[in-house]
């Protein structure tokens, strides 16, 4: 799914968030990414999600090389992921609903479908019966649910979670990331930015560690072993 | 598994046909941006005042210019020549020729005025009626105004004119276009200013509804962030903006209209009375159908190519980051 061979990434200034980066994320794995406040999480997520391309090394997306793909194509890719942010994102001048259904709409599902995937994908949240609401009466651990069924509705085959938890309670929190379970549950492939190392002991999925942009620790299979 | 683009989505049930789904899209973009013009009244309400006032000034004169050029173009028809007879010419001849001129077939119908009666009407009106009385003989001329068929074109005036010219009794045969040309004339030049000053106002809207567009684009940064990380193209974004422009244009269009529509109401009395004054039975010359249709559509036009600019120059360089 993700694989990424030494990649770095340098900002203009000289600032170099990733260094000889190497992972991989198989199709349906689940893992963790942690370290510090700028050890590079966010920037290894920004490459994935096509909003900065990598200085070095070759970073692939169901092996698509995500360094040159053409600026055309960058909205299909995206729609292959489902984006969750630490601020949810949600846009405050239209219900739940519509927020949900933006992906769908913006592929252009027909009208029926929409509401059917909508539903559903609320109804996996919890929030079916909010639907008609509009975000701002929701709670911060709401928001962040109406930003998770945004991100799942159009069955994306990978979900990229930035600190999804970062302005939650310990009880909220442990909701939200199990919802990420489930969905890595039904074959989803998911990579989690968190420093909530004590939610992620509990959870017992892969982890890795980025420190000052060096990944310094791996639970993932080496690049190896499937180039073998 | 496989990198799922639009072309290999196409059998996937639920989703709408390609051409439909934009077809779907660019109806709910119509709809969304008529519904954003909506809840937002009052500025909407502002930028369509400043479009409508701005076009109607280019509309009204247009339509002032329309109604001097339909007046003058009746005035026209009322050419007429004037005939100063030699002074030796006797009233006796001078009535007979009248007649005889007023036979011909070019000629509608002549007017005899005597030297005498011409003096008389002189001293009335030109208030020199002291001064006249020390004259010795009187130095006007039998007068016979002859006003050619209503039908006749400039050039059978023009062959009148000289076949009158060239009668012995004839000193000088004069025809009243000058004023009409010098009219024209001014006209003309009253209608390239319209057309500068239209150009001038079409540009000034183009930059009201760009402005007002890069503003919305602005307010909604955040908005266009999250839908191009969701996987929106820009065509997609791009849409509501292009059709909030239309409807500022459609209806600045309309508004100027009903501007000018309800100006010319208000000046039609004295409109109606200059009209008597130059007993021309005009009535006021308003928008036709047609001049409707194309301040509409040209406003129209004009409120999508504003948003147009303002979108190619500023939507393309809002990138997440």
């Given at each position: 799914m993700?694989?990424f061979?030494?990649?770095?990434k340098r900002?203009?200034g000289?600032?170099?968030?990733?260094?000889?980066?190497?992972?991989?994320?198989g199709?349906?794995?689940?893992?963790?990414?942690?370290g510090?406040?700028?050890?590079?999480?966010?920037?290894?997520?920004?490459?994935?999600?096509?909003?900065?391309?990598?200085?070095?090394?070759?970073?692939?997306l169901?092996?698509i090389?995500?360094?040159?793909?053409?600026?055309?194509?960058?909205?299909?890719?995206?729609?292959?992921?489902?984006?969750?942010?630490q601020?949810?994102?949600?846009?405050f001048?239209?219900s739940?609903?519509?927020?949900?259904?933006?992906?769908?709409?913006i592929q252009g599902?027909?009208?029926?479908e929409?509401?059917?995937?909508t539903r559903?994908?609320?109804?996996?949240?919890?929030?079916?019966?909010k639907?008609?609401?509009?975000p701002?009466?929701?709670?911060?651990?709401?928001?962040?649910r109406?930003?998770?069924?945004?991100?799942v509705?159009?069955k994306p085959?990978?979900?990229?979670?930035?600190?999804?938890?970062?302005n939650?309670?310990p009880?909220?929190?442990?909701e939200?990331?199990?919802?990420?379970?489930?969905f890595?549950?039904v074959?989803?492939s998911?990579?989690?930015?968190?420093?909530?190392?004590s939610?992620?002991?509990?959870l017992?999925?892969?982890?890795?560690?980025?420190?000052g942009?060096q990944?310094?620790?791996?639970d993932?299979?080496p690049?190896?072993?499937y180039?073998? | 598994?496989?990198?799922?683009t639009?072309?290999?989505?196409?059998?996937?049930?639920?989703?709408?046909?390609?051409?439909?789904?934009?077809?779907?899209?660019?109806?709910q973009?119509?709809?969304?941006?008529?519904?954003?013009?909506?809840?937002?009244?009052?500025?909407?309400?502002?930028?369509?005042?400043?479009?409508?006032i701005?076009?109607s000034?280019?509309?009204?004169f247009?339509l002032?210019l329309?109604?001097?050029e339909?007046?003058?173009?009746?005035?026209?028809?009322?050419?007429?020549?004037?005939?100063?007879?030699?002074?030796k010419?006797s009233?006796?001849s001078?009535?007979k020729?009248s007649?005889?001129?007023?036979s011909?077939?070019?000629?509608q119908?002549?007017?005899?005025?005597s030297r005498?009666?011409?003096?008389?009407?002189?001293r009335?009106?030109s208030?020199?009626?002291?001064?006249?009385?020390?004259?010795s003989?009187?130095?006007?001329?039998h007068?016979?105004?002859v006003?050619?068929k209503?039908?006749?074109d400039r050039f059978?005036i023009?062959n009148?004119?000289?076949s009158?010219q060239?009668l012995?009794e004839v000193?000088?045969?004069?025809?009243?276009?000058?004023?009409?040309e010098?009219?024209?004339?001014?006209?003309e030049?009253?209608k390239?200013?319209?057309?500068?000053?239209t150009?001038?106002f079409?540009?000034?809207v183009?930059?009201?509804?760009?402005?007002?567009?890069?503003?919305?684009?602005?307010?909604r940064?955040q908005e266009?962030i999250?839908?191009?990380?969701?996987?929106?193209?820009?065509?997609?974004?791009r849409?509501?903006?292009?059709?909030?422009?239309?409807?500022?244009?459609?209806?600045?269009?309309?508004?100027?209209?009903?501007?000018?529509?309800?100006g010319?109401?208000?000046?039609?009395?004295p409109l109606?009375?200059?009209?008597?004054?130059y007993q021309?039975?005009?009535d006021?010359?308003?928008?036709s159908f047609q001049?409707?249709?194309?301040?509409i559509?040209?406003?129209?036009?004009?409120?999508?190519?504003?948003?147009?600019?303002?979108?190619?120059?500023h939507?393309?360089?809002?990138?997440?980051t």
């Amino acid at each position: 799914m993700i694989e990424f061979k030494n990649v770095s990434k340098r900002f203009e200034g000289g600032f170099e968030a990733l260094r000889n980066v190497n992972m991989q994320l198989g199709e349906g794995e689940m893992a963790f990414l942690t370290g510090h406040s700028g050890a590079g999480k966010s920037t290894l997520l920004k490459i994935i999600s096509l909003i900065e391309k990598p200085t070095r090394g070759q970073a692939l997306l169901n092996r698509i090389n995500l360094k040159t793909v053409s600026k055309y194509r960058v909205p299909y890719i995206r729609r292959n992921i489902g984006i969750i942010f630490q601020d949810h994102q949600l846009l405050f001048d239209r219900s739940v609903f519509d927020n949900v259904a933006l992906p769908l709409t913006i592929q252009g599902y027909r009208h029926q479908e929409i509401a059917k995937r909508t539903r559903a994908a609320l109804d996996k949240v919890g929030l079916l019966q909010k639907e008609k609401a509009m975000p701002i009466t929701l709670s911060g651990g709401e928001q962040q649910r109406v930003g998770i069924a945004r991100a799942v509705v159009h069955k994306p085959m990978l979900l990229l979670a930035d600190e999804p938890t970062g302005n939650l309670d310990p009880v909220l929190s442990r909701e939200i990331m199990q919802i990420f379970v489930d969905f890595h549950q039904v074959g989803v492939s998911v990579l989690v930015a968190s420093h909530d190392l004590s939610l992620i002991d509990e959870l017992q999925k892969p982890v890795l560690t980025l420190n000052g942009g060096q990944m310094t620790h791996n639970d993932l299979q080496p690049i190896a072993a499937y180039e073998s | 598994m496989v990198m799922a683009t639009s072309k290999k989505r196409r059998g996937i049930p639920g989703k709408a046909n390609k051409l439909v789904a934009y077809f779907l899209h660019h109806l709910q973009s119509l709809v969304f941006s008529l519904g954003k013009i909506y809840k937002a009244p009052t500025t909407t309400i502002m930028t369509v005042a400043v479009i409508g006032i701005t076009l109607s000034l280019p509309s009204g004169f247009y339509l002032f210019l329309k109604n001097i050029e339909a007046m003058s173009g009746d005035l026209s028809s009322s050419t007429q020549i004037t005939l100063y007879l030699d002074l030796k010419t006797s009233e006796k001849s001078a009535r007979k020729l009248s007649k005889a001129l007023a036979s011909q077939e070019t000629v509608q119908k002549t007017e005899f005025i005597s030297r005498d009666s011409a003096l008389q009407a002189f001293r009335q009106s030109s208030g020199f009626g002291k001064s006249i009385d020390t004259l010795s003989s009187n130095p006007l001329p039998h007068t016979i105004i002859v006003i050619p068929k209503s039908d006749s074109d400039r050039f059978e005036i023009k062959n009148l004119l000289n076949s009158l010219q060239s009668l012995p009794e004839v000193k000088i045969a004069k025809l009243d276009t000058e004023w009409l040309e010098r009219l024209f004339t001014i006209l003309e030049i009253a209608k390239r200013a319209v057309g500068i000053i239209t150009l001038l106002f079409a540009f000034a809207v183009l930059l009201i509804i760009g402005n007002t567009i890069r503003l919305d684009i602005q307010n909604r940064y955040q908005e266009i962030i999250v839908t191009k990380l969701i996987g929106a193209t820009n065509a997609f974004i791009r849409r509501p903006f292009l059709y909030g422009g239309l409807w500022y244009g459609l209806f600045g269009g309309i508004i100027s209209w009903l501007i000018v529509e309800l100006g010319y109401l208000a000046i039609s009395g004295p409109l109606g009375r200059l009209n008597m004054l130059y007993q021309a039975e005009l009535d006021i010359v308003t928008f036709s159908f047609q001049d409707f249709i194309i301040l509409i559509s040209s406003s129209t036009l004009l409120g999508l190519t504003g948003s147009w600019i303002a979108v190619a120059k500023h939507l393309n360089q809002i990138e997440p980051t």
